[in-house]
């Protein structure tokens, strides 16, 4: 498991999130959400060492980050950032890039991980995509093909910051089923998202975040009973009971 022990995080000397303790359990979808600016992009890269802390422990399994060569944390961890450049690659070359921890100088692919590759391509069913042109993709194609790489590095924790950025609704929903599918498959999943209802939608476990800290941490039932998306983001959240689970709206006040 990956956790954090008080930890301060920020840029510089600015301090934009202190003293957060927070463990991302394996097998559950833990959501983070808050205003823009609040520190939550920045906390994922602290916990994966992209950036210095400015203070308190991230621990994997026990070891503390600092502790960690890139390589071991790479077959810990993997990360989707939110804005990515769109390389001029095939598929298939594209998801080999999650190999590359577990590969020595110089880089020759084994068989196994163009098993990795195939394997990482059906469980996001983007298949027929093996061989076709990254950039020749829509943007929903291309999601499956970055969370494909993820896969492919074979790890415990995802971290995933804005997953659904520029895809629309059908394209959202399709994401949401395949991180339920990863955190099913026992992996820890950690996600940014600014849309409240996908938020509800996506999460076992919430965090709120503003004024630099945690304002909530638990279930999205457990956050219906409160009024914190009303303090935070001045708003009311609803849901209504369909054949598809549980629906999420929303009005301003």
Known sequence: MIETKKLSVGYGSHCVL??????????????????????????????????????????????ELGTLGPRQVAKRAAYLTQTR????????RLVLHGRFPYLDFPRQYREEDYEEVRHALKEVDAEELYGKRVKE??????????????????????FLDEPTTYLDIGHQLDMLWLVRKMADSGKAVVMVLHDLCLAMKAADWLLVFNDGGIQFKGTPEQALETEIFKQIFHVELSRIKTVKGWQYFYNTT
């Open 18 to 63: 202190k003293d957060i303790t927070v463990g991302f359990l394996e097998g559950r979808v833990t959501v983070l959400i808050g205003p823009n600016g609040c520190g939550k992009s920045t906390l994922l890269k602290t916990v994966l060492g992209l950036q210095p802390s400015l203070g308190g422990e991230v621990l994997y399994d026990g070891s």
């Open 85 to 92: 450049n769109t390389p001029n690659i095939s598929v298939n």
């Open 137 to 158: 993709l829509s943007g929903g194609q291309r999601q499956r093909v970055y969370l494909a790489m993820a896969l492919a590095q074979n790890t415990k924790t995802v």
